[in-house]
């Protein structure tokens, strides 16, 4: 007989039935069938050796299938095999069974009741598979979500809670029978149009997973780190509770702020010498890390309070405050807090009102009203047991200071009144070394138509005492000796030393009527001689004059270098003359025994001798060369002045006002003698004893 063939629909109906085996078989699925006029139950073979039965001890009856159900399954997988027959609709339960050998199964089912029409179910048929793999991870991962020290749940896609392990329901203060089921949003109202719903919607949307903090406020009252990341049936999170962490996360950031504040503040009162300057500028430092806004108070020499700085957060109110800050001390009483804060050495607290009750009607009280401060605190700047100012702290409505806040800003009051009497008592210091110095530098004699002038500088950045030094007086014999000299140093100690050298100069000269290089000799001699340990530079310059060179309308100047830098002269037309190379004889306290020479120059008169210490022409980005030809420029150009003015515009040019070394300079003009003496040079004042005009005959 011929094979009947086989047409297309035919061949694709038996592909799909063969593509629909194999899958199955690869699944692990067995079918059922169950007839329920017969009751003949009809498994294949896989199902029939899941079960633990053969082909010949499976009797094909619902009674076979429930000997192997668990008894606790029984009950339960009955109830929903009679709902699907009663309903003929779906069959979906997972249940155990018990093999004859006593080990424990999970089978997960799947099926559908069918009938005729609109009659009754007539059978059910279906498929069964093993899920005991699954069924044991998933109890791994609840077991070690249970026991997980972190919050767990899960929500499906209409934000249901699907399942919540044992800490959420212990941070969330809520049970998971309570939860299960829920609506996030409604059981926490909090979380709507919040960080929380932002952040979930999120990373459903994206499919990607998002990591926040953030609070939840009252019960729950917390901060919570969360991760959030999406799943196949909807939404899964981990959180922890870190309201601690964060608080202390939070007074360690308070710490470090502190810590910085003391560190700026330290910086900027030792890193300049104009603290008052420095002391001025730090409510910008104290606001707003410590308070909204603050006034600094200073009491002044004369004991009265003074207020000299003050900041607000609030740019638009900072006029306001600096108005407020003018006015206020001459308008508070001395019972005012304020007061008792400066007279009581210690921090007082106190509101507003408490100030605005005491100020009496008028422009203080308007603008306090206006500033509306809700407290204050005043603070006093001590130092050495004396109170020297206040440090007054402004905190509006809202904003209370906090004990770490007080003294934390006692702190900077404390330093910066320490850096204010540390000032004071500098400045002290200074005026009285630069008052001794000063004293040994006398004024200069005003011999017969020569006008001396001396200057002296200190240093901007040092002791402001130094060993620079003038001189400038008449032998007996009515001769002009101008002395110029730096001893080595820039201290006390040096001055000190100065004073010395100087002294024995002055003795030395004014007793002998010796020349400048005797003189010199004669001071290194005596240097060695008292055990005078210093070094030092010197020139000494005489200005002589014989009847005949006065006649002529000249004089010599007599002159011996040790170690110093050569004199200038200015010649009446204007121009300048290095009266010596750099090279100098030896330093005085070098070598007492040394040869020492003398120069001597004829100048006209109307010319003008400079001679000054190297502070006036040494500068850090420049060598001597160029200061000493900046100096030759200037004496040059400025060379009609006066004499004084002369030398005060050389400072100007050279120095600026802040001289990085001492400066000290003596000059001598020599008017013409053929005229009257000048008023510029002063009236012909001379010791007794000594020539009013050695030159005349």
Known sequence: MEPADVGPESADAEGARVRAQLAVDAAGIGTFDWDLTTGQLTWDERLIEMFGYDSTGFEQTIEAFNARLHPDDLPRVGDALAVCIATRGELDTDYRIVLPGGDTRWVSARGRALGPGDGPATRVIGVAYDVTAEVASEARVSRVLEAMPAGFYSLDHDWRFVHVNAQAERLLGRSREDLLGQVIWSAFPATVNSVFEDSYRAAVEHGEPISFDAHYPAPLNGWYELRAWPTPDGLSVYFIEVTERRAAQAQADRATRRLTLLAQVSAELAGTLDVQAATTRLPRLVVPALADYCILTVIDHDGQPRDIGSWHHDPASRALLERYAEVRLDAMPMTAPV???????????????????????????????????????????????????????????????????????????????????????????????????????????????????????????????????YDAFLQPNGATMLVIGDVVGHDTAAAAAMGQVRSLLRGIAAYSDAGPCEVLRGLDSAMSVLQLDTLATAAVARFEQTPDERRRGVTRMVWANAGHLPPLALNPDRSVTVLADWKGDLLLGVDSSATRTENVVTLDRGATVLLYTDGLIERRDADLDTGLQRLRTSLSELAELPLQQLCDELIDRLVDGKPEDDVALVAVRLHRQDRPRPPEAGPNRVPAGVPADPGAP
């Open 339 to 469: 007061g008792r804060a400066l007279h009581a050495n210690e921090a007082v607290r106190f509101s507003g009102d408490d100030v605005l009750r005491l100020l009496p009607p008028g422009r203080a009280r308007e603008l306090l009203t206006l500033l509306a401060p809700a407290t204050e605190v005043a603070l006093p700047l001590r130092a050495r047991g004396r109170t020297l100012g206040l440090l007054t702290l402004f905190f509006s409505a809202g904003h209370s200071p906090t004990p770490e806040d007080v003294s934390v800003a006692q702190d900077v009051a404390d330093r910066a009144g320490l850096a204010w009497d540390n000032a004071r008592l500098f400045g002290q210091q200074q005026q009285m070394a630069e008052t001794l110095q000063r004293s040994l530098l006398t004024e200069p004699p005003e011999p017969d138509h020569a006008e001396i002038v001396v200057r002296y500088m200190p240093a901007a950045e040092a002791a402001r005492v130094g060993g620079d030094w």
